[in-house]
């Protein structure tokens, strides 16, 4: 049973915006570290987002900064990443992580993977 499941993916238009989620399914992730990750086609994985458990710290990609926002609601197990003016780069299938490092931006960071959602953000 995979342990995350993302969903909120889609086809979107540049500038716009969408919202993906991040349950945990089958056990709880107290005291995780929660991350998002991407990769796009012929390229690595790549860090977008992270969020402690007491979401009183994130970290963020460059790339991303100042549009998108990571959030965690620990009372329904989710994570969220909220994505703003979305440009035609950011397409690829997204990723939730869970793991014990503080902040990792390392995919060998992060124990526990999600299947992945895919984003499309058309020119």
């Known amino acids: 049973q995979v342990p995350l499941v993302e969903s909120g993916g889609g086809l979107v238009q540049a500038g716009g915006s969408l919202r993906l989620s991040c349950a945990a399914s089958?056990?709880?992730?107290?005291?995780?570290?929660m991350g998002w990750f991407r990769q796009a086609p012929g390229k690595e994985r790549e860090f977008v987002a992270a969020?402690?458990?007491?979401?009183?710290?994130?970290s963020y990609a460059d790339s991303v900064k100042g549009r998108f926002t990571i959030s965690r609601d620990n009372a329904k197990n989710t994570v969220y990443l909220q994505m703003n003016s979305l440009k035609p780069e950011d397409t690829a299938v997204y990723y939730c992580?869970?793991?014990?490092?503080?902040?990792?931006?390392?995919?060998?960071?992060?124990?526990?993977w999600g299947q992945g959602t895919q984003v499309t953000v058309s020119s």
């Open positions: 969020i402690r458990w007491t979401a009183s710290s994130t």
């Open positions: 089958g056990r709880t992730f107290s005291g995780y570290v």
């Open positions: 992580a869970a793991g014990i490092s503080a902040l990792g931006a390392r995919p060998y960071e992060y124990k526990y």
